[in-house]
């Protein structure tokens, strides 16, 4: 079974400034894509950005990069220079290989500052 | 455009009533979820659907039921089993065995007065 842990319920950050939000996972599977949406107040899910577990590469995606360590299960999501709008709950997920459901963690809700 | 229709976005029904989440694609994909959301929380699996006539209970099903006769619908029941049915339910599909990501409805909100 697969497993996703954030442990940061709540994050502030100041506008402009550059939030790391953790992700940790737990898999027996050697292939699997972890994931990063992001849902704002309306409640639609906003996909950000994918990980492939063979991707040597940290996956970026505009103001959006993946932080990868294999060994140690982590797949942080950095977002640079913060914006008001990026206020919004971002939900880590993963799937394994074949067509199987995404499991998610329980979240983090980001606050931006002005 | 392609996507993924939840319809109603909002709805009320009385306690002991079941009610039908409607959940259509227009994507061409093969499987489609449910999930449940509570305040604060997570996304928990409901049901999940692989191919069309075929689906499997997900971590929370009991007290909910679902049908895939069509490979672009996936209606979900809130039966009156289910003890606290009031959240918000997201329906996502996704096309294929390689591990992309899964395509979101905007979620129908369900409040049992």
């Known amino acids: 079974a697969q497993k996703i842990t954030q442990t940061q319920p709540g994050m502030f950050v100041q506008e402009k400034e550059a939030v790391t939000l953790d992700c940790t996972y737990d898999t027996s599977d050697q292939s699997y894509g972890l994931f990063w949406y992001k849902q704002p107040s309306s409640g639609e899910m906003i996909f950000l950005i994918y990980?492939?577990?063979?991707?040597?590469q940290n996956a970026t995606e505009g103001r959006y990069s993946l932080n990868f360590q294999k060994a140690r299960k982590s797949a942080n999501l950095v977002i640079s220079a913060s914006q008001l709008g990026d206020s919004a709950m971002y939900f880590c997920a993963m799937r394994v290989s074949g067509n199987t459901p995404l499991v998610f963690g329980k979240g983090t809700r980001l606050s931006v500052i002005a | 455009d392609g996507g993924i229709t939840q319809s109603p976005k909002y709805l009320f029904r009385k306690e002991g009533q079941n009610v039908t989440l409607s959940c259509e694609q227009n994507?061409?994909?093969?499987?489609m979820y449910w999930y449940r959301q509570d305040p604060g929380q997570g996304l928990r699996l409901i049901y999940y659907?692989?191919?069309?006539?075929?689906?499997q209970k997900g971590d929370i099903a009991e007290g909910y039921s679902v049908s895939r006769e069509k490979k672009e619908s996936f209606p979900l029941t809130v039966t009156s089993a289910q003890k606290n049915p009031t959240a918000f339910y997201l329906c996502?599909?996704?096309?294929?065995?390689?591990?992309?990501?899964?395509?979101f409805g905007q979620g129908t909100r369900l409040t049992v007065v």
């Open positions: 990980q492939g577990s063979y991707d040597e």
């Open positions: 994507l061409n994909h093969d499987a």
């Open positions: 996502a599909s996704t096309p294929g065995r390689m591990p992309t990501e899964a395509f």
């Open positions: 659907s692989q191919i069309v006539n075929d689906f």
